[in-house]
């Protein structure tokens, strides 16, 4: 579904899992003082600038290899959890903008041959921080890295063929058209040919001592934190800041008092009643949650009873959405497409044009009924001697989930059917949704939809089935969706010619959606994000949204002490 990290998705967020919303409670804690006394704050003087950046593990390594999913990368909240400080993409996919994408190590890119043909012109004048030049055969190697293995293509990158033109450009080619799987492609790390090729088997590369192109390198490392200093010989303009320190906070309430006791600078997190908890602390504390996609309850449609589709429909019916988001300050999803909205109002098919989503108790209950339920004396409906009754798995970390299931728990109850919680870890829930192990779960793998496609690619794309206890390696359709019509019509929009074509593909995509609810739609959220302004300034914001504003090499850039 994210991430993560991300991964986001696919989609960015999906591709790591681990790179999705992280949740701080309101509470503080007096426990955290303990997490906090081993790390000084952030300081700031003449021309020295370190800014601290909260993140969550439940168990920081030293890892940084950009493409295994339980990486340190992941305390930083850039898409797809892969850490752009250190290893760049070719583009910065723009998650707020929608559309207005970031040139990177690619400063321009051309499709042609039907979008079959993708060639990237390279930026000149790059360096790995270990001095050795940046080229284009770096760039050839990573993807051929991904090519030859599988586990780490996360993003589920796939091409045919990639190779060097000149000094600086690289041909990609591809079987079918493939523009519609851009921001993948294009977000992919880029790592270095005269490392990475004698590191063995790169599936088991900690990478402990990264060798990257970004703005910043690796500079020290505990296993509480770690500092990133900025590359001083940067191919754009070095950031003003001189170094970041990433702390590990393994429970919310501890994240919570960092940023309300202003010993963190910036982080990527929800925060409950923001307004009395965060904002009223000091005038140089923001938080924004720019909308970036959907979520809800994501059903494991190989168990019963959400692979009954009447199952689905009552909850969808039956549940209060506003209710259900403003338990975490989120906005109720609207259009029954699922896309978000606004931001997609112009995609929608025409038939669902400002048809949403409406609450229904009674045509819920009728809907069991005409399906063979019947309500038992438990107050629950059944069928075939067991009761309507499944769980839902997410991290016990992730506060503002359990605020939104609290509240799915007593709704689900009103109309017969019983939902239980069943928390994990924030490191295990990716491993159980990607081999459906679970009944259903909300927020993971969950990320933004930098494009309309990308939205249902990612969520319910029957090409992309696996059998239950066969891992999803990009944790794209983890729902397990099966239908002929609609793995047909995935395979047509990447052969679409026009603008047309694919917009008419993606209406009847959307109809497979409303009719066959693969998943449920609850709220839309934003990338949370807190920040001070009492040492930097150039943050995003409402009036200048440039960027999503979690922590990101783009943002950081952009940074100017004060």
């Not at 059917?417 to 459906?436: E, F, M, Q």
């Amino acid at each position: 579904m994210t991430t993560p990290p991300s991964s986001a998705r696919p989609g960015l967020a999906r591709a790591q899992g681990p790179a999705r919303r992280t949740v701080l409670s309101g509470a503080l804690a007096a426990s955290a003082g303990f997490v906090l006394a081993s790390c000084s704050p952030s300081a700031s003087s003449g021309d020295s600038t370190t800014l601290t950046v909260c993140g969550q593990s439940d168990n920081l390594t030293q890892v940084f290899n950009p493409f295994l999913t339980r990486s340190a990368n992941a305390l930083a909240y850039t898409p797809a959890g892969q850490g752009g400080f250190i290893y760049e993409p070719l583009v910065q996919i723009n998650t707020v903008d929608i559309g207005k994408d970031i040139p990177w190590l690619a400063k321009s890119w051309k499709w042609s041959d039907g979008n079959k043909k993708l060639t990237l012109t390279l930026q000149t004048g790059v360096k790995w921080t270990d001095g050795k030049p940046f080229s284009a055969e770096d760039v050839v190697f990573t993807y051929e890295l991904l090519k030859k293995y599988p586990g780490l293509n996360l993003a589920g990158v796939a091409f045919d063929t990639v190779r060097v033109r000149g000094s600086g450009e690289v041909i990609m080619t591809f079987t079918k058209p493939a523009e519609q799987f851009f921001t993948n492609i294009m977000s992919t790390p880029i790592v270095s040919q005269h490392v990475w090729s004698k590191v063995g088997d790169p599936t088991k590369y900690t990478d402990n001592n990264p060798v990257g192109t970004g703005p910043f390198k690796l500079a020290s490392f505990s296993s509480q934190s770690f500092v990133l200093d900025r590359n001083e010989d940067y191919w754009q303009t070095k950031a003003e800041i001189t170094s970041i320190r990433f702390i590990a906070f393994k429970d919310n309430q501890s994240m919570t008092n960092a940023l309300v006791q202003g010993q963190v600078d910036w982080g990527g997190s929800y925060i409950a009643d923001a307004d009395k908890t965060y904002l009223a602390r000091s005038k140089d504390n923001h938080y924004w949650a720019p909308q970036a996609g959907t979520d809800g309850l994501i059903p494991n449609l190989e168990r019963w009873p959400l692979s009954d589709i009447a199952v689905r429909q009552a909850i969808s019916l039956g549940v209060d959405r506003k209710q259900i988001a403003a338990a975490s300050h989120d906005s109720p999803a609207t259009s029954v497409t699922g896309l978000p909205m606004p931001a997609y109002e112009g995609e929608v098919a025409p038939q669902y044009k400002g048809v949403n989503f409406t609450q229904d108790k009674g045509k819920a209950e009728r809907t069991l009924k005409d399906a063979g339920y019947a309500k038992g004396g438990d107050g629950y409906f059944h069928k075939n001697g067991k009761r309507v009754e499944f769980s839902i798995s997410f991290p016990s970390s992730a506060t503002e989930i359990a605020s939104r299931v609290q509240v799915l728990v007593s709704q689900l109850k009103d109309i017969g059917i019983k939902l239980n919680v069943d928390t994990t870890s924030a490191n295990d829930i990716n491993v159980l949704t990607a081999r459906g192990d679970f009944d259903s779960t909300m927020g993971y793998p969950v990320g933004p939809a930098p494009r309309a496609f990308s939205f249902y690619n990612d969520t319910m794309n029957p090409n992309l089935y696996y059998p239950v206890g066969k891992s999803t390696p990009t944790w794209q359709n983890i729902e397990r969706f099966r239908n002929a019509e609609a793995a047909d019509l995935f395979k047509r929009y990447s052969e679409a010619a026009t603008d047309k074509d694919r917009q008419d593909i993606l209406n009847k995509i959307q109809q497979v959606f409303v009719e066959e609810l693969p998943w449920i739609p609850l709220f839309y959220w934003g990338f949370y994000a807190d920040w001070s302004t009492a040492k930097v300034t150039g943050f995003p914001s409402v009036a200048d949204p440039y960027f999503s504003p979690v922590p990101n090499p783009v943002v950081a850039l952009r940074l100017k002490p004060r």
